[in-house]
């Protein structure tokens, strides 16, 4: 049995750990304990329930309106891993400045980031919003056509980004890609970005948007896109979507074309 001197000894190093690392502890407790009861409690999936309450909450047809109240519940009521409205910002300036005409997306998750992305894109613009867990997929579905976008603006593709990246010009006629935006699994942005130079389907001017590559982190993805040439690039430098305190970045990219 421990004595009481020895747990003393240690109760200042438990008080740096605990004051260090502090806004790991709340998101553990946000993204996972919280979850868990809810799910349990409510035979709902997290994003299930995220619609749920945009369904009650927001203005259909309204993308800005839908978006406030993701924010609100993310932010006030369970967590969930969208890019959040000050990131979103860097998404909001980059679509703006390039008016991209064909856009890819891995990683729809429920709905969010699509509904960000197709409200500024120019008419006659596409979306093509790629998510392969099926259930996320039908939420996804559900938010896009509540924001008011139909199937010539946005189209969700239930199956692996790897699947998919390689038959978007013979599935869909997708000849060039204008921007893409990657939030998907971390450890699959590499073998994507590799994919898409391979594919073709970037040409010079391209803009790729690369979420959360300080943390969870892509250290194999940055890697690669320092040292390829293939690329103009830089980092934004922000925090974790809706926990402050944890240090998070952007990855945006302009292909410059293959010599």
Request: proline share 4%; aromatic share 10%.
């Amino acid at each position: 049995m421990v004595s009481p001197a020895i747990a003393l000894a240690f109760l200042p190093l438990l008080l740096t750990l605990i004051i260090k690392y502090r806004y790991y502890f709340v998101l553990f407790y946000r993204a996972v304990l919280v979850r868990m009861v809810q799910d349990c409690r409510t035979g709902l999936s997290r994003e299930e329930r995220a619609f749920q309450y945009v369904m009650t909450h927001a203005t259909p047809g309204d993308p800005d309106s839908i978006l406030d109240t993701f924010d609100h519940w993310c932010s006030k009521v369970e967590f969930i891993s969208n890019i959040g409205p000050k990131k979103g910002k860097v998404l909001d300036r980059l679509l703006k400045e390039t008016c991209p005409l064909t856009v890819l997306e891995l990683g729809a998750h429920c709905g969010y980031s699509t509904v960000r992305i197709a409200r500024l894109l120019p008419i006659g613009a596409r979306i093509y919003s790629v998510e392969m867990d099926e259930r996320n997929a039908v939420v996804a579905e559900k938010i896009i056509r509540l924001a008011g976008f139909d199937d010539d603006t946005v189209e969700l593709i239930v199956r692996p980004s790897d699947e998919v990246i390689p038959r978007l010009r013979e599935d869909f006629g997708v000849e060039r890609l204008d921007f893409v935006f990657m939030d998907h699994w971390k450890r699959c942005y590499l073998a994507d970005l590799q994919l898409l130079e391979g594919s073709g389907l970037l040409g010079k001017g391209t803009v790729i948007l690369a979420d959360n590559v300080i943390f969870p982190g892509a250290p194999h993805f940055l890697r690669h896109v320092k040292r390829s040439g293939l690329y103009e690039y830089r980092v934004h430098r922000a925090t974790l979507e809706y926990i402050r305190g944890i240090r998070d970045g952007m990855a945006e990219l302009t292909y410059l074309g293959t010599n």
